[in-house]
């Protein structure tokens, strides 16, 4: 089983996080978005993904794909890599992947986290769809069904044909199947919205060939492609995961849960939480500090912080209110 996922876009919404580390690399809670990616399918899926497939931008380097190797290795897997030298689309981007696409596997758009709790049961489906029930539909490639069969996938569509948003999961048991069709719209030029190519006009060409494809759903669905939208998702992560929050040292403070401490990190006559992310390594001594993030080997000192995210080997200091610092800088 494969895992293919595309991450080679520079993630400009999250600047300035993303200009050294991709955002599917930020971390949440101790583990990338690409980890907890990983982990959530080796444990609900009949077998786990035994390799690793990501498409990268022409500018990642190899402190990336260390990174990413090791998070394969780590997992039993084999971690393979393509590029994707120019953003043409969805479709585009899967389509990097070229020899890559054999055999079954998910593909996994890293712009997300999401929780399936169930064991996920693929069955006599050439592919399975996750979605998402939402109020507006305009924004995502939706699933049309009449009655329970799914008889069409249209992206954004301009009227409401549908409420089963696509969210970007997939599992499909012909990889190279895909890959025709991803290259037909290329070599007849079929561009979509936004004049890109799109993964959803792709496999719209599977379902109109026959094939039989079926939906599964998610329990939660949470984006992480803005600043307050990686706030709040990390925020709803430590509601949901518990366990192992304070792996840190506490010294004199009061922590007001959730609060993530990860391991290595110091906390210091402070007040911390609600919601507040403290990465490896990262310090937070004399301040007070609510809904932020504090990357690794990130410091606050003297502060008073919310909804604020500092970054790897950053620091905040004399500080009150809302910051946003990149890594290896430095305010107040």
Request: charged share 25%; aromatic share 6%.
């Amino acid at each position: 089983m494969k895992l293919i996922v595309p991450m080679a876009g520079r993630g400009t919404r999250v600047r300035p996080h993303s200009h050294v580390t991709p955002k599917p690399l930020l971390k949440v809670k101790g583990r990338s978005i690409v980890e907890r990616i990983v982990d959530t399918f080796a444990e609900v899926l009949p077998s786990p993904p035994d390799e690793g497939v990501f498409v990268l931008g022409p500018d990642f380097g190899q402190e990336i794909r260390d990174q990413l190797t090791q998070i394969c290795e780590a997992r039993d897997m084999s971690a393979h890599f393509a590029v994707q030298k120019e953003a043409l689309g969805t479709a585009h981007a899967v389509g990097c992947a070229g020899d890559h696409l054999s055999g079954e596997g998910i593909v996994v758009f890293a712009d997300t986290l999401f929780g399936i709790t169930d064991d996920v049961s693929l069955g006599a489906a050439d592919v399975v769809v996750w979605v998402k029930h939402v109020e507006d539909p305009s924004r995502f490639g939706v699933a049309v069904r009449e009655g329970e069969e799914v008889v069409r996938l249209v992206e954004k569509p301009d009227e409401p044909i549908s409420n089963e948003a696509i969210i970007g999961i997939y599992y499909v048991n012909d990889l190279s199947g895909l890959q025709r069709e991803i290259q037909y719209l290329i070599d007849h030029d079929v561009r979509g919205k936004g004049d890109e190519f799109q993964l959803t006009d792709a496999f719209d060409r599977l379902l109109q060939d026959g094939k039989v494809f079926h939906t599964a759903s998610v329990d939660a669905w949470m984006d992480c492609g803005t600043i307050p939208a990686l706030l709040e998702t990390t925020g709803r992560i430590l509601e949901r995961e518990t366990d192992d929050l304070h792996q840190g040292t506490v010294h004199n403070s009061i922590i007001h849960d959730p609060v993530y401490i990860g391991p290595g990190a110091t906390i210091d006559g402070a007040v911390v939480g609600p919601n507040v992310s403290v990465e490896a390594g990262a310090t937070i001594k004399d301040s007070i500090v609510q809904d932020s993030i504090v990357f690794r080997k990130g410091r606050v000192e003297n502060a008073v912080l919310h909804d604020s995210i500092v970054g790897r080997h950053a620091t905040a200091k004399n500080t009150t209110g809302r910051v946003n610092i990149g890594d290896h800088s430095s305010v107040g």
